[in-house]
Nanobody, 121 residues
Framework: QVQLVESGGGLVQAGGSLRLSCAAS????????MGWFRQAPGKQREFVAY???????DYADSVKGRFTISRDNAKNTVLLQMNSLKPEDTAVYYC???????????????WGQGTQVTVSS
């Protein structure tokens, strides 16, 4: 079991930046694939990015070139650097841990509580 706690959300103007952090704890945290997902009101939860244990990354097309995911296994932390934010990035962002790389939320079995990101126009 992996416990996850997100932080770093907030309100930012369009074009601005935020950095989300996910602190992971638990026996298998460093071996897990770590993902970021987001859910806007009235919409399904969607994939944002993942990073594997060896650093392999993947991004949703909507954030590619603007967001960067990274991990520090020594600190059991995963970061999501978000630049050039747009109003359509507004959502609750969730950190998740799973056993293998996937864009599907159903493949991740540990989730944080979420952090709100609001981008004003």
């Amino acid at each position: 079991q992996v416990q996850l706690v997100e932080s770093g959300g907030g309100l930012v103007q369009a074009g601005g930046s935020l950095r989300l952090s996910c602190a992971a704890s638990g026996r298998t945290a460093s071996n897990s694939v770590m993902g970021w997902f987001r859910q806007a009101p009235g919409k399904q939860r969607e994939f944002v990015a993942y990073i594997g244990g060896r650093g392999r990354t993947d991004y949703a097309d909507s954030v590619k070139g603007r967001f960067t995911i990274s991990r520090d296994n020594a600190k059991n932390t995963v970061l999501l650097q978000m630049n050039s934010l747009k109003p359509e990035d507004t959502a609750v962002y969730y950190c998740a841990a799973g056993p293998w790389i996937s864009r599907s939320p159903s493949e991740y079995d540990n989730w944080g509580q979420g952090t709100q990101v609001t981008v004003s126009s």
